[in-house]
């Protein structure tokens, strides 16, 4: 079983960056993908950004040139956010399984909240 940590989460004003951070119990570069996802208050868990062990990314079309997903050191992923917008207001969650889209494991979420 993977152990995944988020942190990094706070208030930020729109325009702002934030950038998250997910402690993995085991080498990140094991496992066959990660991602962030995000969960607003009355709406779906959504995939933010993927990134699969051989490196390639994807993002969501709301996020995609704002947001950087990539692994730091060998147990940690990163969720660079920049110019933030106030409906990216959420719980983000780090996971981790088979793809992006196939999660097995999650972290217990960091909120991020952005002001207008």
């Known amino acids: 079983q993977v152990r995944l940590v988020e942190s990094g989460g706070g208030l930020v004003q729109a325009g702002g960056s934030l950038r998250l951070s997910c402690v993995a119990s085991?080498?990140?570069?094991?496992?066959?993908?990660m991602a962030w996802y995000r969960q607003a208050p009355g709406k779906q868990r959504e995939l933010v950004a993927g990134i699969r062990s051989g490196g390639s990314t994807n993002y969501a079309d709301t996020v995609e040139g704002r947001f950087t997903i990539f692994r730091g050191n060998i147990n940690t992923l990163y969720l660079q956010m920049n110019s933030l917008k106030p409906e990216d207001t959420a719980v983000y969650y780090c996971?981790?399984?088979?793809?992006?889209?196939?999660?097995?494991?999650w972290g217990n979420g960091t909120l991020v909240t952005v002001s207008s």
């Open positions: 996971g981790t399984g088979d793809s992006p889209a196939s999660i097995n494991y």
């Open positions: 085991e080498s990140i570069f094991s496992l066959s993908a």
